[in-house]
Each structure stands twice: as C-alpha cells, then as structure tokens.
C-alpha cells in the first residue's frame, strides 16, 4: 500500500542571518509551452558542498562540455510518441534523450513515466504504476517527505516489475555561484531513492536489478526550474555495476527564463509543408541572429540578417512540420527563446 507523509521539522529557536530562509511556492510548476536552457559540466572539481543555513555552493569553475533544452509539451507531442499510455501525466519534459511524464497538481510534482526519447516500438517504456512523488509545494529549509512507488515494463521478452521508495529533504539555503551568475536565497532539495526490480521468467538471483538515485537541486523564488542539478544513479544486479554521474546548470539568456519570457516580435508563422520561417514585428535596419531547434535539441538552422522591413522570410529544406524552440537575438538586445509549432 502507498505510504506518503510529510514529517515538518519545527525550529526550536530563532536567530537572525544575512541570507533568509526562502520559502518557495513555484518550483517545477511547469506549463506546456515552458522552457529552459542549461549547460552539461565536467564532474572534475564537484563537490557536493555542505549542508545547513547560510550555505556558499561556489561552482563557477566548473567546465562546460555541452549543453541542452528542458522543453515541457503536451503528452501527446512528446518525441517518444506514446503520451496516450499515461492516464495520470498532464504534461512531458523532454531533454537529453529522455522524456519524463508528470502529473503536476497545485501541490505536487510526481512522475507516472519515463521513455527514451525518439520513436518506434523498440523504446523502454517504464510505467509508474504507483507514481512517484519528487517535490511538493511550498517548499522552506528543513522539510522531509517519504514516498513509495512501484514500475512495469518490458525488457525484450521478459516483464519487470518493481517497488521503491524515496526520500525528498530540503538539507539547505544559501549563496549559489554558477557561470552566468550568483544567486541569493538558493534552497536546495536532496532526493535519494532505491528501486528493486525483478524480470519474470529468470531464476533468483540473476532476476534482481537494483537502482539508486541521488538528485541535488537548487531552487530560487525567481524560476520554476532548477537553477542546477546533479544527477547520480546506480544500476547493480548479480552480473553487472553501471554508474551515470552528471551535473547541469541554467544557461540565462538575459532575463529570460521559464515563465518570464519577453517576446520582441509581433508574429511568427513557421510552414513545415514548404520550410519556410516568416517573422513579423522587425525594426527596420536591425541586425539579427536566429537559430532554429528540433525537439530533440538538433540544430535545424541558424541565420543572420539585417532587417529592410518590418518581416522576414527563411526558407529551408530542413523545417518539417512539428514543434520547434526558436532563439532569435537583436543585435545589442538580450536573447529571446520561443517555442513554436510548424505546421
């Protein structure tokens, strides 16, 4: 049977601190149409950093090796193409590969699934049977809660089936140092789960597969995502040991990010049919840069022009009908990010 508490810790005594103590009522309360840009970093020189008030979690120096888009769709236009077998999900995050169904509510963020991204009847289908509860809202420094979840999917020919659990706790507040700023009044959230799967049809103990997950995330009261995330997962089972370790930050375009984005054009019509872009709401004599990604994150086009008129026309062969994330920069302004559909 599910099991979900939440245990408040209370303080006990009260004391005054530079840095206050945020309580946050937005985070990861996406919509569709919701997006953000991060960067991937070289794990050499992470550390954790501490737990506790007033926390510095300097990772300025860390070094960029790639980057991505965390897009948020309708389920039903997510790349994997099978939205429909998640009654629960009202929305998709797609990034790196990956698609993550959520039931998002006014109070909690759960995940009902997890797909790898692309198309065709090869794909890894996990189904939270009982979702996952990740994070509830509003969020302050010292708040625990425990959640139990079970999956099934198909591996090959054989059926897995499994139960864990996992425990979200706010551990810290304080100062976070990345690339492109420093934030005040970060609260960070540690989420550890295990998982044990069985594969039916093979004998014990080879039919055992064992998943632990640690995920680190800082929060402010100025985005819905994450301002960074750390990512470490386990897999064991009697014949193998595999370990993913990655660590990510927001990419800011100016002020834009989720939620908050300060659209600069009047119009835009994309057609996928005859890969044509038309832009509206030009200044006339302005120079531009626009690039064009797949919902995949792939580079479709990038172009830049200076404007005669108040609209124009890019034509080419790569645009196909489908959901695209446009980045188009005035020259001497900040980036705007827009998502869009070619039809």
Known sequence: MKRTFIITLLMLWV???TIAQPILQNVVNYSVGDSAHYYTCDTI????????ASQV???????IVDSFVLKVLDKNNAPSGVGSQFAKANIAETSMNADVFVENTATKYSIVGVVAAGTGSGLTVINYTDPQIVLQRSLGYQMTF????????????????GTGYSTTETDGYGTLKLKSKQYNNVLRARVESVRNDTMQGISPP????????????????????????????????STFSNKV????????TGTTSIGSEQKMLSNINCYGESGILMLSGLTNNKQYSVALYSSLGRKVLEHKFTANSS???????NIMPGFYILHIIEKGKQPTVIKLYCR
């Open 146 to 161: 425990v959640d139990t979840f079970s999956v099934s999917y198909n591996v090959s020919s054989f059926t897995v089936t």
């Open 311 to 317: 609209t124009h026309s890019i034509a080419d062969n």
């Open 245 to 252: 370790f990655t660590v990510s930050m927001l990419k800011e």
């Open 57 to 63: 979690w300097d990772y300025s120096n860390l070094n």
């Open 206 to 237: 080879n039919n055992i597969i064992t998943t632990h997950s640690t995920m680190l995330l800082w929060f402010d009261s100025m985005h819905k995502e994450p301002l960074m995330r750390v990512d470490s997962v386990r897999i064991v089972s």
């Open 15 to 17: 004391n005054s601190f």
């Open 45 to 52: 020189g992470y550390s954790s950093g501490g737990s506790g």
